[in-house]
């Protein structure tokens, strides 16, 4: 009987562990916006990994290279203000960041936003929210 127990613990620790792998697995996805999009991965990382949160790869692109605007990704991680990570005109920027709170050992929500910075006296025009949340 004691054989049977241990072989169902080791059974469902085995499954279990299974499906934390699927669920921390890479996700493609493409936010766009006129002038500029985000095209990557995104990944959710263990709760064991220092720092623990949104990991997003891939490339912030400027699609109307000759506006003569700025783009960049505007990020918001649960309660605390809003990010940037700015783009260079007429280029291509790696994003390889990792969004994360550090008063807390789990990270649960994050916004993106792409954005083109149309200046002062214009107001920018950004994608709408996404908001990617924990499981």
């Not at 692109?61 to 007429?90: A, C, F, M, S």
């Not at 954005?115 to 924990?134: A, M, T």
Request: net charge positive; with cysteine; hydrophobic share 35%.
């Amino acid at each position: 009987m004691r054989k049977l127990a241990t072989a169902v613990v080791a059974a469902g620790l085995f499954f279990g562990g299974m499906g934390v792998a699927v669920a921390d697995s890479e996700h493609k996805f493409v936010m766009t916006d006129p002038g500029v999009a985000l095209v990557g991965t995104y990944q959710w990382q263990s709760t064991s990994k220092v720092p623990s949160g949104l990991h997003v790869k891939g490339e912030l692109k400027d699609d109307d290279p000759d506006d003569g605007h700025n783009v960049y990704l505007r990020t918001r991680v649960e309660g605390y203000p809003w990010g940037r990570i700015k783009g260079v005109q007429r280029k291509n920027v790696k994003v390889d960041e990792v969004f994360f709170d550090g008063a807390v050992l789990k990270t649960k929500e994050v916004r993106l936003q792409v954005c083109r910075d149309r200046g002062s006296l214009r107001p920018d025009n950004c994608s709408p929210e996404r908001l990617f949340s924990r499981r």
